[in-house]
């Protein structure tokens, strides 16, 4: 990949996994819901599932999107798993937060594997910028590495801020409203990836 589209690739990236969107606001509400430092086994997961997103992508599985009806379930499962998370952001214990069991790291990883905004990246990145021929193995190589470390940097940056949330809302009614709203915002998020598409 030759330097501009390298650039490109990065401000594609960047601007797709950077956006809020259900992997993004799930990780600020459990910043916001148990802390930073309880939440990078989440954090990790997300950044594993991820990986396997741009594996499965890569080694051609990704076709299977193309079947409608492969994909509106994958959705709809989608949809089911996040009203799941939501739900547990939403009434997590905010008086007794060390107490509260966070996130987990299987959790965020199948939160990437049923996502499917993030295979749906992970083909518009390959579509647009692996390279043909020879060079189609070192540039997937390419690809992978750089999102994986440019989007733990994001998921790190989402929970941290989602950590200062909390604490510019340190009684517990006002952490548990803080909580609601961010499940709910990560409800409409997948409700309009889900509907808009």
């Known amino acids: 990949m030759g330097e501009q589209q390298y650039i490109a690739f990065l401000t594609f990236s960047l601007i797709f996994y950077a956006t809020p969107g259900p992997a993004t606001l799930s990780l600020a509400a459990c910043g916001a819901a148990y802390g930073f430092r309880r939440s990078i086994g989440f954090v990790a997961g997300i950044c594993v599932g991820l990986s396997f997103n741009l594996i499965i992508v890569a080694v051609g599985l990704g076709y299977i999107f193309r079947?409608?009806?492969?994909?509106?379930?994958?959705?709809?499962?989608?949809?089911?798993y996040i009203f799941y998370l939501a739900y547990k952001i939403a009434t997590s214990e905010t008086v007794k937060m060390t107490d509260a069991k966070p996130l987990s790291f299987f959790q965020g990883v199948l939160l990437n594997l049923l996502n499917p905004k993030a295979y749906i990246a992970a083909v518009a990145v390959m579509i647009q910028f692996a390279a043909e021929g020879e060079q189609f193995t070192v540039s997937i190589i390419q690809i992978v590495l750089s999102l994986l470390v440019m989007v733990s940097m994001i998921n790190i940056t989402w929970c941290y801020a989602g950590n200062m949330l909390s604490r510019l809302f340190s009684r517990p009614e006002s952490a548990r409203r803080l909580n609601i709203v961010l499940a709910i915002l990560l409800v409409l998020s997948v409700l309009i990836a889900t509907f808009s598409s």
């Open 67 to 80: 079947y409608p009806l492969v994909f509106t379930t994958f959705k709809y499962v989608s949809l089911l």
